[in-house]
């Protein structure tokens, strides 16, 4: 379905989009509040080593198809249009985002226990 991700500059959209919100509403969004599950995956990838730790250690190649896929059919999914999903990518979707939750889970119970 989603074969890559997209080019774009992520940081430099998302830092000017906080600014934005701050400018027309006097209030200062965090990037996370703003950013599309698209530029938050592009961050992960391009900086997978950092990353890395919070998906079981393993290599960018085991994670990246999933990560990208869910990318791409999050929007359908979370604006009410998962009708134009077939069944069997709304159910790789809800594997897909419970693998990467386990997997952060993990991630977080090692570094917590300092490993």
């Avoid at 027309?24 to 391009?46: H, K, M, N, Q």
């Amino acid at each position: 379905m989603i074969s890559r991700v997209s080019s774009y500059s992520a940081g430099s959209k998302l830092l000017a989009y906080v600014q934005k919100n701050l400018d027309a509403f006097g209030f200062r969004s965090e990037v996370s509040d703003v950013a599309p599950l698209w530029y938050t995956v592009e961050i992960i990838l391009s900086k997978w080593e950092a990353f890395r730790k919070y998906f079981d250690g393993e290599s960018m190649d085991s994670w990246q198809n999933r990560l990208i896929f869910c990318a791409g059919v999050r929007n359908p999914i979370g604006h009410s249009l998962g009708d134009f999903l077939s069944d069997e990518d709304k159910n790789s979707f809800s594997i897909y985002c419970k693998l990467i939750v386990a997997a952060i889970e993990r991630g977080e119970a090692l570094q917590s226990a300092g490993a």
